[in-house]
């Protein structure tokens, strides 16, 4: 807020501002989920940890290379990576006590591909929101793409908060669906940045 950066102002400042929160704290709260629920499935603390980070950051990376790839933009398939987000959360929340039943007798290495495979959709289609948000506010002032990475930062501890507490009193489907609902709310906002940003 002090520095050169935190004082400029750009069309559309608080609809980015507010995006570039719900990535962060719409990530967050699914990985960590997924770390609970995946306990289940692979067993050991430590394994489950590693695998969920791993395969939520792997997916990530591919989604973002691939939204390049695919032309994904401020004007072009721009809709694709919030349905895919959501509906991915959506499929994971309706499938996986079955999906876990299938692969518990199997070996560690055995869930721990079972799980990766699992969660890379939902990864994949969140990796390409940041990338998205960046193209939109790149012909802004210097200072929204660090105003960008500094909320999404921001909003990805107080995220990381939020998930244990709203995980404890609704429980882990319910924060999937919270969740889901923050990057319905980024598409609401992105949409108004791109509104405000044509006005200009």
Do not use: D
């Not at 603390?45 to 290379?65: C, D, E, K, N």
């Not at 694709?80 to 876990?100: D, E, M, N, Q, W």
């Not at 404890?168 to 924060?175: M, S, V």
């Amino acid at each position: 807020l002090l520095s050169k950066a935190g004082r400029v102002r750009w069309p559309g400042k608080l609809a980015s501002l507010g995006y570039f929160s719900c990535l962060g704290g719409g990530f967050i709260i699914v990985e960590l989920v997924f770390i609970q629920i995946f306990m289940k499935l692979i067993g050991f603390p430590l394994h489950t940890y590693s695998a969920v980070v791993f395969a939520m950051l792997i997916a990530a990376a591919l989604g973002s290379l691939c939204s390049g790839k695919m032309g994904i933009s401020p004007q072009r398939l721009w809709l694709l990576p919030f349905v895919g987000t959501i509906l991915s959360v959506l499929f994971f929340i309706a499938v996986y006590p079955a999906y876990f039943n299938q692969f518990l007798a199997f070996s560690l290495w055995s869930r721990v591909a079972a799980a990766v495979l699992l969660i890379l959709p939902a990864g994949f289609f969140m990796g390409m929101c940041f990338p998205l948000g960046i193209l939109a506010v790149s012909r802004q002032p210097e200072g929204a793409v660090a105003w960008a990475w500094g909320m999404n930062g921001l909003f990805t501890v107080i995220g990381g908060i939020a998930s244990v507490l709203i995980s404890i009193y609704l429980g882990f489907n319910l924060t999937l669906l919270c969740a889901a609902l923050i990057y319905a709310l980024a598409l609401v906002l992105f949409i108004r940045m791109r509104e405000q940003e044509a006005a200009v």
